[in-house]
């Protein structure tokens, strides 16, 4: 069975500081993993996507890595933000569906 | 980059009313779109799939009737939940992908509010 754990399930940093999400997959074929932002009320943006080739991927300061042989993959925010405060979720694609398998969600709160 | 844009953004209604909500890709064929339910602090909720001019595929535990949902164009899906009670107040999401095993892209979700 596809299945995608994240961890931690809630996290609390302050502002300013680093930190690192996890996510690790069992979704077989593999064809790509995405990483999305969701704000509070709303839909999830993408923040990153990597296919099996990819190892690492950045958009500003979030930065994704994947390790396609141990089926991991984490996301590192760097110099957070209070605007980072919201509920980041790993999505992996599956080259047998075209319905992807989702993450539950890692809750970021970024206090001043 | 690719934008879906999902309207009403807020609906609050009597219950019995039924509620049409519209997923539109903006800037792209959808060839598939998918319908989520979002409870609060919960993480997304797969409800159906649908490509353009066939059936949705709805997951376990979905009343079909209840929900129903329309593919009629490659831009344009649509949600409609009919008689509408207080245990169906939620956040509906859809997103809607290309071809192939193209990435969603998400519309800003629908917070359905019934009295």
């Known amino acids: 069975k596809n299945q995608v754990e994240q961890s931690p399930q809630s996290l609390i940093i302050l502002e300013g500081k680093n930190c690192t999400l996890q996510?690790?997959?069992?979704?077989?074929?593999?064809?790509?993993l995405r990483w999305y932002k969701q704000d509070t009320g709303r839909g999830p943006v993408s923040l990153t996507i990597m296919t099996f080739s990819e190892n690492t991927k950045s958009n500003g300061r979030y930065t994704a890595t994947l390790d396609a042989d141990t089926k991991q993959s984490s996301l590192h925010i760097t110099a957070s933000q209070l605007s980072d405060s919201a509920s980041y979720i790993c999505v992996v694609g599956s080259g047998g569906s075209y319905i992807p398998t989702f993450g539950r969600g890692t809750s970021l709160i970024v206090h001043p | 980059g690719a934008v879906v844009s999902q309207h009403p953004s807020r609906v609050i209604c009597k219950s019995g009313t039924s509620v049409k909500i519209e997923c539109r890709s903006l800037?792209?064929?959808?060839?598939?779109m998918f319908w989520y339910r979002q409870f609060p602090k919960k993480s997304l909720m797969l409800m159906a799939t649908?490509?353009?001019?066939?059936?949705?595929?709805?997951e376990q535990g979905v009343e079909k009737d209840k929900f129903l949902i329309n593919h009629a164009s490659l831009t344009l899906s649509t949600l409609t939940v009919t008689s509408a009670h207080p245990e169906d107040s939620s956040f509906y999401i859809c997103s809607a992908s290309g071809s192939g095993n193209q990435p969603q892209h998400f519309g800003d979700g629908t917070r359905l509010s019934i009295l």
């Open positions: 649908s490509n353009e001019g066939s059936k949705a595929t709805y």
């Open positions: 800037d792209f064929q959808a060839t598939t």
């Open positions: 996510c690790n997959y069992t979704v077989s074929p593999f064809s790509n």
